[in-house]
Structures are given as C-alpha cells and as structure tokens.
T-cell receptor, first 114, second 117 residues
Framework: DAKTTQPNSMESNEEEPVHLPCNHS???????IHWYRQLPSQGPEYVIH???SNVNNRMASLAIAEDRKSSTLILHRATLRDAAVYYC???????????????FGTGTRLKVLA | GAVVSQHPSRVICKSGTSVKIECRSL??????MFWYRQFPKQSLMLMAT?????????EQGVEKDKFLINHASLTLSTLTVTSAHPEDSSFYIC?????????????FGPGTRLTVL
C-alpha cells in the first residue's frame, strides 16, 4: 500500500493561511490524493481530493506537485474550528477489485492560536 | 451531503459479552462499507471492507471470528464484537461509498465508543 508522510503537528495563528504538507513518494499513476480531517471524538470529514491538477473548493485548496510525490493542503484563513487532525490518504483501488479502501497515516494535528 | 449514522454512539459492557454496532447510510445506497478502529491518540486502522451480500474482507491481523461483519442491505452494515475484553475498548468508525454518485470520497459515521469493563 502506498504510504503518506506528514508532520506530526503544526501551529497557525487565527485568520492566517496554513499549508499542510504531505509526502507520497510511492504514489502510483492511478492513486487519487484525498484529504480528511477529524475533530476530537468524531468521524473523519472529507476536505478535498485530486489526481494531478490543483483543486479548490469552499473548504480548502489542494496543490499537487508536478511529479505527484507530494501535495499541500491549503487553508486560506484558519479559524479555531479548523483545529483538527488532518489526514492525507492515497485511495487504494485494492488490486483491481474497486474497493477503494483508505489506509490512514498518522496525520497532522493542527493547532490554531487565537 | 451524504450522511452515515452509527448506533449506539457509546456503549459500556462487561467482559465476555458481545456488542453489536450498526452503520447506516441515510440518504444513499452503499455497496461497500468500511470498518475502522481507533485507539486514543492514534490514527484510524482499517479492520475490514464490507460488501453487500458477500463476506467481508478482513485486513491482516484482524480476527474475523472476533469481529463479525454483516452487510445485509445497501444501507446497513453491522459489526459485532464477540466476547469483548478490555483490550477491545476503542473508538469504532464506519464509512460508506455512494454507489450511484461515483463519488471518490468515503462518508464517515460519527463513531461508536466501546468500553469493556
């Protein structure tokens, strides 16, 4: 299974942009890059996903390196509600069975300072 | 957006008893559901992939006789922890994929906190 590597923790000031990096050097050509976040005692929440091109949605932006071996989740203006553990995941098609299982890494714990 | 529910949200049981956790997709059909376990301060660990109408596929190291999974309909999967012991205490989370939408993402339930005394 392709793995991802993220910093254990990051801090940001409120109202400032946050760049959360993720390395996935063993990514395959068909792996999608997904980002989720998890608040304490809750299930993960979808943030964004992409394949090759940069992506934007109302929650965040995803910048994908040209060689696809790394990506960065960008929160344009961090708020206290963005404090969570952010997971970068490669969608595993699972040997052609199409199960699309996720293998979670350790994630990055984002702390937002007021 | 797609909603996944879990019931119960928390359960406390005595050692040796069995506990059933339900996972429902409320507004979409899910041929595939996933079960995860999460210990405090740790990441989610995939336990098994549940396919409607067929046997679940368990990840390496997960005992299929200990964690029984049933996916009898397109909106319901259940996880039964049999003969639970204190080491089974954990946060159990399910997720589901939307069959029709072709969505890439999985939708996660709110989790069930199991405490075995």
């Amino acid at each position: 299974d392709a793995k991802t590597t993220q910093p254990n923790s990051m801090e940001s000031n409120e109202e400032e942009p946050v760049h959360l990096p993720c390395n996935h050097s063993t990514i395959s050509g068909t792996d999608y890059i997904h980002w989720y976040r998890q608040l304490p005692s809750q299930g993960p929440e979808y943030v964004i996903h992409g394949l090759t091109s940069n992506v934007n949605n109302r929650m965040a932006s995803l910048a994908i390196a040209e060689d696809r071996k790394s990506s960065t989740l960008i929160l344009h203006r961090a708020t206290l509600r963005d404090a969570a553990v952010y997971y970068c995941i490669l969608r595993d098609v699972g040997g052609g069975s199409g199960t699309y299982k996720y293998i979670f890494g350790t994630g990055t714990r984002l702390k937002v300072l007021a | 957006g797609a909603v996944v529910s879990q019931h119960p949200s928390r359960v406390i049981c005595k050692s040796g008893t069995s506990v059933k956790i339900e996972c429902r997709s409320l507004d979409f059909q899910a041929t595939t559901m996933f079960w995860y376990r999460q210990f405090p301060k740790q990441s989610l660990m995939l336990m098994a992939t549940s396919n409607e109408g067929s046997k679940a596929t368990y990840e390496q190291g997960v005992e299929k006789d200990k964690f029984l999974i049933n996916h009898a309909s397109l909106t319901l999967s259940t996880l039964t922890v049999t003969s639970a012991h204190p080491e089974d205490s954990s946060f159990y989370i399910c997720s589901a994929r939307d069959l029709a939408g072709g969505a890439h993402e999985q939708f996660f339930g709110p989790g069930t906190r199991l405490t075995v005394l």
